[in-house]
């Protein structure tokens, strides 16, 4: 039937018709708080930990470089409001070519992680594996003589830090680099090094986008020279993204993640639907300071934009949604019940 008899507003008239009828739900318990965790920050030149040491990052307005102690609190604050998981980047005193802090077991990430599960054991800690926050050229690999990144090589020191972060305790590990069979690779050093049991979180459909520039400005990873189009995807294209997550789902991915988020609401529902797994969506930093910074002029509700742009994830497929947000998102989900 149409109009006059077929009136969809009759079930927009109050509050509670809407939210009785309300398709997409967003709960504090889908977030995931990424977190980062400086070496330096957590130890003084005598060795000393440092107590909850925070270095503002400029480009991202309320988000901080932290010691290990700060972390553990933010974590806690995490936990407190419902947020079941947080998300670690290391960020080492030194670098080398080869990004070998990635795999240190006296790692920023590593230590972070034994000192969150340890404070807030029923915490889910992710950790991000990938090397271009610990290699001095800022890539995410090895390099070869000409400077292109070699896949094979890298893969294997992938496999080496994803063991050394199970190791520490991580309940998952999420390899970010986009080298071509690294999620394989991981999965069968996990295995043979009796650590199965732990989960991949595979950034399957990584794509090279303008939206990452405030977090390499908090990780110290931006590349020396050239850029990454090379490994992570082409913006234009969907079918790929597709393609590249079906494949880690047959090298034993457990969930698979599309980044960034905004611009990717097509292929999160494409990749939702194709891969019959969890799917995480990551509203990155650019995706976050945009919306900083409108807010700050007064341009936008701050509070109304996030929750709309963290609803239109879950909207589009994502069951899992990483954000800067995760904090005032939860508080702001709390209020409302």
């Not at 230590?111 to 990938?130: F, R």
């Not at 094979?152 to 991580?170: F, W």
């Not at 891969?275 to 807010?295: F, I």
Request: net charge negative.
């Amino acid at each position: 039937m149409s109009f006059p008899s077929t009136r969809l507003r009759r079930l927009r008239a109050s509050a509670a018709l809407r939210g009785l009828v309300r398709e997409t739900e967003l709960r504090a318990g889908q977030l995931v708080l990424p977190l980062f965790v400086s070496e330096e920050l957590s130890a003084g030149a005598s060795g000393a930990a440092q107590s909850s040491a925070r270095v503002p990052v400029a480009t991202m307005p309320g988000v901080s470089r932290l010691s290990i102690d700060a972390a553990v609190a933010e974590a806690g604050e995490a936990a407190g409001l419902g947020i079941p998981a947080v998300l670690l980047f290391g960020i080492p005193a030194e670098k080398d070519e080869q990004g070998s802090g990635a795999w240190d077991a006296e790692g920023a990430v590593q230590l972070a992680t034994q000192a969150i599960k340890s404070a807030h054991p029923e915490l889910l800690v992710i950790t991000d594996v990938c090397l271009c926050e610990y290699t001095t050229h800022g890539h995410c690999g090895v390099l070869e003589p000409d400077g292109t990144v070699s896949n094979d090589a890298t893969v294997e020191l992938l496999a080496r830090a994803a063991v050394s972060h199970a190791r520490a305790g991580a309940d998952i590990v999420a390899p970010s680099d986009m080298m071509d069979g690294r999620v394989g690779a991981i999965r069968e050093e996990l295995d043979g090094e009796g650590l199965g049991d732990v989960p991949i979180l595979a950034y399957s459909a990584k794509f090279a986008s303008a939206f990452y520039g405030p977090f390499r400005d908090a990780a110290g990873s931006t590349p020396a020279f050239g850029d990454r189009r090379a490994y992570q995807m082409d913006p234009a294209n969907g079918r790929e993204a597709v393609r590249e997550a079906m494949l880690d789902v047959q090298e034993g991915a457990d969930m698979v993640m599309v980044k960034p988020a905004l611009a990717y609401g097509d292929l999160i529902r494409a990749i939702k639907e194709a891969a019959g797994l969890p799917v995480a969506a990551y509203n990155v930093s650019g995706e976050y300071a945009m919306v900083k910074a409108a807010a700050a002029a007064g341009h936008i509700d701050e509070r109304a934009a996030v929750l709309e742009i963290l609803t239109s994830l879950g909207r589009a497929g994502a069951d899992v949604i990483i954000t800067y947000h995760a904090k005032d998102a939860a508080q702001w989900l709390a209020e409302q019940k």
